[in-house]
């Protein structure tokens, strides 16, 4: 029986939120537990809580541990080390303890985005880092570094191309789909070192920035252009299937479950139902800052 109050932990699995003794527990049917984050219980009811947690949605988070960044932009994880990408390069950090993350190191002089490419047959990984380029960055890059398993970071490529400006990545074996702004979507595929050879570029966009995938779709946030989906299943000729008007200027993307949702900046939040093959508008978010 699904359990609506606990002490200081529990375990959630298909039945609902377990209680366990005395909030000390490692596992539970397989599923890692973790400490309430207000400490006064569950949240009342299965559906209320967040996944693999006893904490429902609204709670304060629980801090668990810090890492070293310096003006992190944007953040990429994999379970084993998190990328934190800023103003004074990339920091790397390995979080298989996330209570106790470790520095392992940094690479390139400033950094706007990056993501995570093949594990090599060494055990290393591959890192993808992009910069569009500013005042400290005159010559825009995409760079390709791995981690060893000695938790060294080594650097394999520097990719730097007449008028291209790098920002949103994402990679999908063995392909990095990049968006450049009014260049469009650049697509690479990945040698056996992790070394990138363009494959080919999908024109069409207004300001392409960040990227979302769905299946064998990529949602792209195309600043004045709205929301576009990219079919990528054959990744040599990608087209764009739908491009979807949004209230305001289209910055950001991220899937959550069945929704897509696009941030607006001083417009808020746009809604799309993902649930079909088909996007289509849902709701709109108004938000008191800058989204």
Same mark, same amino acid.
């Given at each position: 029986e699904p359990l609506t109050t606990c002490s200081d932990a529990v375990c959630v699995d298909? !039945? &609902?939120c377990v209680q366990v003794d005395n909030g000390s527990c490692a596992s539970c049917n397989g599923t890692d537990c973790q400490s309430c984050s207000h400490g006064e219980g569950c949240a009342a009811g299965a559906s209320a809580l967040v996944p693999d947690t006893c904490c429902g949605i609204g709670d304060a988070l629980l801090k668990r541990g810090t890492g070293a960044a310096a003006e992190a932009v944007d953040i990429e994880v994999d379970g @084993?080390?998190?990328?934190l990408c800023g103003g004074f390069g990339v920091r790397v950090n390995r979080i298989s303890d996330p209570d106790n993350p470790v520095f392992v190191g940094s690479a390139t002089q400033r950094c706007q985005r990056a993501a995570f490419g093949r594990v090599l047959p060494d055990g290393s990984r591959v890192i993808y880092l992009a $910069? $569009?380029?500013?005042t400290w960055v005159p010559q825009p890059f995409l760079q390709t570094y791995r981690i060893t398993p000695g938790d060294d970071l080594e650097p394999v490529q520097n990719f730097t191309e007449e &008028?291209?400006?790098y920002e949103g990545l994402h990679y999908a074996e063995p392909y990095l789909y990049v968006? @450049? $702004?009014s260049g469009g979507l650049r697509v690479y595929v990945a040698g056996s070192s992790g070394a990138l050879s363009l494959v080919t570029v999908l024109p069409g966009f207004e300001n392409a920035t960040r990227l979302a995938r769905r299946d064998q779709q990529l949602l792209v946030a195309d600043g004045e252009g709205g929301l576009k989906v990219v079919d990528i299943q054959n990744p040599a000729a990608p087209t764009i299937v739908q !491009?979807?008007?949004t209230r305001g200027i289209a910055r950001d993307?991220?899937?959550a479950g069945a929704r897509a949702f696009v941030a607006l900046g001083g417009d808020g939040v746009d809604d799309f139902d993902a649930a079909t093959e088909v996007l289509a508008p849902e709701t709109w978010l108004d938000t008191p800052g800058s989204a």
């Open positions: 298909a !039945s &609902g @084993t080390y998190a990328l $910069h $569009h380029g500013d &008028g291209e400006l968006a @450049t $702004h !491009s979807l008007p993307v991220v899937l």
